[in-house]
């Protein structure tokens, strides 16, 4: 593969970061505050801290990968450090697996939409979001930069605008600080990462970006830690409210909250549907990208040159689209996010990035040879390499 040929860095910075932000949470969003009481208990708050934690360590790990391999996408610089064929293997273990989280993630989108669309079929619903997203996956990853940069700062004030009211307003003490168990709470963290398995996006983006020394490798940790204050926000703001029983007994917590706490203020009154139209946009968004994302990875593997991914996405979306319509219950799609999605998360998210991470310094391969990249994203003169080598 040859995945090093100069493109254009038409992602800004900002552009960039949006992207990532907009990449994950959506298939566990509505459910997540049910699943971390459910299985870490009072320690719930203490499992959505350490997923967290992990997330934005494993963003930086995806940062130093990017910066690593400045031109190269995931499925190229994995084949450039385990070698051709264990490299597509790697790469091609991604296809499934976010085709299922893909499905998933519609589904539960389709599952808020009934709720207020009770007259209308699930396949229509599921159609008219992925229409949208195909097309905007089908315009590029630089038309999906351009709405992300839109969208997800408008999703993000939107949550903090509503949740932040939901949270002061609440009538209950604060959540307890005790810490009473490692084991619940590693049972927590462990079907909690999910909500950011869409990260891997990040390194499909990577040559669409300018790469700035000391700069770029921060884009996915600033993206993570956005997606992290939205969590923590979230799941306070419902705990404050129900308490942790009933908070594990709902199946859509999120969704409950903003429909049954009625807030005074003509502006907060309305902002719980603003977030409900904001979700749909978002989750609209976050396929599109993926679609993008997953079917570039289905060309790199083949061979084929990034840019030509739009015959791809014939199979990627109707993929998507079946694998939402045969979920028939929320229960199934819970049970395949814990069966299925958690585990491989750990997989493709932490194991196989760290690892490739690790490879590539262990055999000191690197395609970033320009004497590292300056904060204008330009190569160093050879008089400034002689003076930098001088220090």
């Known amino acids: 593969m040859n995945g090093r040929n100069e493109r254009l860095h038409n992602l800004s910075a900002f552009q960039a970061t949006a992207l990532f932000s907009s990449s994950f949470l959506p298939v566990m969003f509505w459910i997540y505050p ?22 934005i360590f494993i963003s930086w790990v995806h940062g130093r990968l990017n910066d690593r391999f400045p031109n190269m996408t995931g499925p190229d610089f994995a084949c450039l450090v385990w070698g051709r064929w264990l490299g597509k293997a790697l790469s091609a273990l991604y296809v499934p697996v976010y085709l299922l989280f893909l499905g998933v993630s519609l589904y539960f989108a389709i599952s808020l939409m009934k709720y207020f669309f009770p007259l209308t079929m699930r396949m229509w ?22 709405a992300s940069a839109i969208v997800h700062p408008l999703t993000f004030a939107g949550i903090l605008a509503s949740f932040g009211a939901i949270l002061a307003n609440a009538d209950q003490p604060l959540i307890p600080i005790s810490f009473t168990s490692v084991g619940l709470t590693a049972s927590g963290v462990y079907h909690l990462l999910p909500l950011y398995l869409g990260m891997d996006l990040i390194l499909i983006v990577n040559p669409y970006y300018r790469h700035r020394r000391g700069k770029s490798e921060w884009f996915p940790v600033i993206a993570t830690a956005i997606g992290g204050i939205v969590v923590l926000l979230v799941f306070f703001s419902i705990v404050v409210n129900l308490g942790f029983t009933p908070t594990e007994r709902l199946a859509y917590p999120v969704q409950v909250v903003i429909q049954l706490i009625r807030l005074r203020g003509f502006l ?19 396929l599109g990208n993926h679609i993008w994302a997953l079917s570039t990875t289905v060309t790199r593997i083949v061979g084929a040159s990034d840019h030509k991914f739009r015959p791809f996405t014939f199979f990627v979306a109707p993929s998507i689209f079946a694998i939402s319509q045969i979920i028939a219950t929320t ?7 814990t069966v299925v999605l958690a585990p491989a998360s750990w997989v493709v998210v932490v194991a196989i990035p760290i690892a490739t991470y690790l ?31 001088a220090r």
């Open 34 to 55: 049910t699943v971390a009481v459910h299985y870490a208990r009072l320690d719930a708050q203490w499992a959505l801290l350490c997923t967290i934690l992990i997330a």
């Open 125 to 146: 619903l599921a159609m008219a979001i992925m229409a949208v997203a195909w097309r905007g996956a089908w315009c590029g990853v630089e038309t999906m930069g351009r």
């Open 268 to 286: 907060v009154e309305r902002l719980g549907i603003v977030i409900i139209i904001l979700s749909v946009a978002y989750t609209t968004l976050f």
């Open 359 to 389: 490879m590539a310094i262990a055999r000191g391969v690197r395609t970033d040879t320009r004497e590292e990249i300056q904060p204008q994203g330009r190569a160093r003169s050879a008089r400034q390499r002689k003076k930098a080598r």
């Open 331 to 337: 229960m199934q799609a819970r049970d395949i996010i």
